[in-house]
C-alpha cells in the first residue's frame, strides 16, 4: 500500500472512533490525517507529510475550539430538564411554613422551597430546579 493508503486508513479510523464519540474534535484531526494523505500523493517526503498532518490538524483543531460548537454550554445542571427528569413535574403542597415545605414526590418525602417571587399559598407547583434533597418549586 501506498504511503497516502496508510494516511487515509488512519483517517478512516479515526472518523470511526469520532462516530462513537459524539465530538468534533477527532473529526478535525481526521482532517489533518487526510491532508497528511494529500501531501503524500503530491509526492512529499515522510517528513513533509507528518508535518502537514500535525499542522493542518491543530489548525483545525483550534479553529473549532473558538466556533460555538467548541464552547461548551454554561447549563446549570440543577435546572436542566435534559439532566434532571423532575424538572417541569408538579407537586400539590398542601401548607406552607415560612417559604418550605413538605410533599410527598415520587413515593418519598421532599422538602420544598418557594422560588422569589411566587406567592406561598396552597396548590400546585412545577419544579423548576433541584438543590439536592430540595425541590424549588414556582407557578
Given at each position: 500500500?501506498?504511503?497516502?493508503?496508510?494516511?487515509?486508513?488512519?483517517?478512516?479510523?479515526?472518523?470511526?472512533?469520532?462516530?462513537?464519540?459524539?465530538?468534533?474534535?477527532?473529526?478535525?484531526?481526521?482532517?489533518?490525517?487526510?491532508?497528511?494523505a494529500l501531501a503524500a500523493l503530491a509526492g512529499a517526503?515522510?517528513?513533509?507529510?507528518?508535518?502537514?498532518?500535525?499542522?493542518?490538524?491543530?489548525?483545525?483543531?483550534?479553529?473549532?475550539?473558538?466556533?460555538?460548537?467548541?464552547?461548551?454550554?454554561?447549563?446549570?445542571?440543577?435546572?436542566?430538564?435534559?439532566?434532571?427528569?423532575?424538572?417541569?413535574?408538579?407537586?400539590?403542597?398542601?401548607?406552607?411554613?415560612?417559604?418550605?415545605?413538605?410533599?410527598?414526590?415520587?413515593?418519598?418525602?421532599?422538602?420544598?422551597?418557594?422560588?422569589?417571587?411566587?406567592?406561598?399559598?396552597?396548590?400546585?407547583?412545577?419544579?423548576?430546579?433541584?438543590?439536592?434533597?430540595?425541590?424549588?418549586?414556582?407557578?
Amino acid at each position: 500500500m501506498a504511503n497516502w493508503g496508510f494516511w487515509l486508513l488512519a483517517a478512516a479510523v479515526v472518523v470511526a472512533c469520532e462516530l462513537l464519540s459524539g465530538t468534533f474534535y477527532l473529526l478535525m484531526i481526521a482532517i489533518g490525517l487526510a491532508s497528511g494523505a494529500l501531501a503524500a500523493l503530491a509526492g512529499a517526503e515522510t517528513p513533509i507529510q507528518v508535518l502537514v498532518a500535525a499542522v493542518v490538524g491543530v489548525i483545525a483543531t483550534l479553529l473549532l475550539r473558538r466556533s460555538r460548537f467548541g464552547r461548551s454550554a454554561k447549563v446549570d445542571a440543577a435546572a436542566d430538564p435534559n439532566v434532571n427528569m423532575d424538572i417541569g413535574q408538579t407537586v400539590h403542597v398542601t401548607a406552607w411554613q415560612d417559604h418550605t415545605a413538605r410533599v410527598m414526590y415520587r413515593g418519598a418525602l421532599w422538602d420544598v422551597e418557594l422560588e422569589a417571587g411566587a406567592e406561598a399559598a396552597p396548590g400546585v407547583f412545577r419544579i423548576h430546579e433541584v438543590r439536592g434533597s430540595r425541590l424549588i418549586v414556582g407557578v
